[in-house]
């Protein structure tokens, strides 16, 4: 009568545990954005038509991913449509039935209540409904997985044969989730070990049988992966990569790495102290303990060597272990509790270590630096309401989200450098030839290592086009750029010429990034846009300036230099072609409100003389500003 009513407690307090954990994964899920390897999973899914297809983009493209996340994932896109929240949605789903696995192993190993706390933890930690809340449902299903194997695996040493084709099924299926699945397989084996029972053999054949399954798989896949993901090997030092793994998984990537080092060390003194409690235990399963205590240092181990063979990590790799960490550490907490004089030691810091995971949660949530979220959403909708029918978007980074997030904004998008072997001048030809297809260009700069390193895309358009339009969403900038200077918001016609040969033809001025605007501040930033030509050779470098003057001449501010940021001396220009001049500064203090004007010239760069304007003048007016004070 008791055992049936802690069965029922015991399903009432999951039941609770399931119902906070689908509200954490369900708050903001569709308010996060897509990051990249999300869309990625999207773009693979609606732009492949069937599995078959799906297959030959893995192997053309070396995606280093097992098909059957893709293959899940385009049949529910199919029904259900590819929202944000309909792609995670399956995510969702499937980390709360690892979070019953969880339990039923804390209970298989320990005790009811470690597989509670076990499952509790699984509900909440930050790093849990972090992968929850992601489209790359790889993951959940790999554990979900092997979980599943891990449960059956005693039956499977009993002899019972229906527990031998479940844990083949169930291996399988982990492995074509994703690879380092294979951790936890093998750490199965100090079980075996250990038992040493009479049906050990079983186990064997089962892993034989999960190879000879995947065979057909590897045999495609393993000569792509050579010629391509394990032909790049990398380096890093063991115990800094054990620092980051550990580091991001106690908390996640949702608290500072200060927080997240000490936490990652004070569970990994908990973990090992917890194993030699729990290995002490004789009335424990310690053959299934030694299991869970290996299984985390196998994945380590793992994970290393295949990184030193793959030059990518990604710490989330290590999740693939977290049940084992998890039933440790609260097997630890459930025995140091039974000690009276640690019992409130034990509590405190379990409290504490709660208090820290709201608070990754809080940020998670609700604070863009540590959200998904980089502002690209925001930024569809700015060009949404201003995109035409002559735009192109010109992105230099191989993005799937901005394809996912403007897709239904503008047609025309291209990609500058369109590979790896683009050079500056590769990316100007480019721009030369769909000049005249276009009037203007929207622009995300983005910033890889691994791709357009150098910002040639960055850099060409800004040397050839005329930006008229910044703004900064979150993390992310938007450039809008016009073909026709002529044509930009805020742009103003000068048409002065030097007796020298050098014209200005157009000024731009931008505060803040912000074209139009003629009221400034203290501490804004002034970007003034210098539009120049020659009619005819010019023979001297000269240097460029830009004042900014009080009514009665005296100087506020300045920028002096070569004109293009250096790259375009005078005496290298080419008749009537357009050069873009730069000036940055930031306006001074300044005690009242008052009229300013913008003047430029040029001087030469070894005498300092001024050219002289036809009328005599040595500068140009360009245009006034008011200086607005706080006062």
Partial sequence: MILEKDRRLNRLGIAVLLIIAFALRMHNLGYQELRGDEAFSWNYVVDESNIISILERIINEGDPQPPLHYWLLQLWVNIFGDTEISLRI?????????????????????????????????????????????????????????????????????????????????????????????????????????????????????????????????????????????????????????????????????????????????????????????????????SFILFLVMWPVVAIVGIYLVVLHRNTLNTFYFLMAFPAVYVIVCGAWEYIRYIDKFRRIADIVVTLYFMLIVFGLWNYYFVDEWSKNRGLREIASIMKADVKSRDVFISNFPDPTQDYYLRTIIDNRIMLPANLDMTYSDVLSELNMFENDYDRLWFIPMTSPNWDADSLALNAIENKYLSDYQYVSKKLALMRFVVQPSEAVGVTFVGKTFIEGPKIEYVHLTVNGISDIYDVNIGDELIVTLVWSTKIPINDSYVVFVHLLDTKGHLLASHDGIPGDGLKPTNYWDINERILDRHRFDIPVFNRDQSVVLVAGLYQEQTAERLLLYDDADHVPLTELQLISDN
Avoid: E
């Fill in 90 to 286: 399956p995510s969702v789903l499937l980390s709360l039935i690892v979070i019953v696995l969880v339990y039923q192993i804390g209970c298989r190993t320990v005790s009811y209540f470690t597989g509670s706390c076990a499952a509790f933890l699984t509900s909440i930690h930050p790093f849990q409904v972090w992968l929850a809340q992601d489209v790359r449902n790889m993951y959940q299903l790999a554990i979900l997985f092997v979980l599943c194997a891990t449960l059956v695996l005693p039956g499977l040493m009993k002899g019972k044969w229906q527990n031998w084709w479940l844990y083949i099924g169930c291996g399988s299926l982990a492995m074509y989730s994703h690879y380092y699945a294979i951790f936890g397989l093998v750490a199965h084996g100090f079980y075996i070990i250990v038992m040493a029972g009479t049906y050990w053999y079983r186990w064997v054949i089962a892993m034989g049988s999960i190879g000879l399954l995947l065979l057909p798989w590897a045999v495609i896949i393993l000569p792509v992966f050579l010629s391509g993901q394990l032909a790049d090997p990398g380096y890093i030092d063991f115990y800094y990569f054990v620092g980051l793994m550990l580091r991001d998984f106690s908390l996640g990537t949702v608290v500072s790495s200060s927080i997240s080092q000490w936490t990652a060390i004070f569970m990994t003194v908990v973990f090992f102290m917890g194993a030699l409690m729990l290995l002490k235990d004789k009335d424990r399963d310690r």
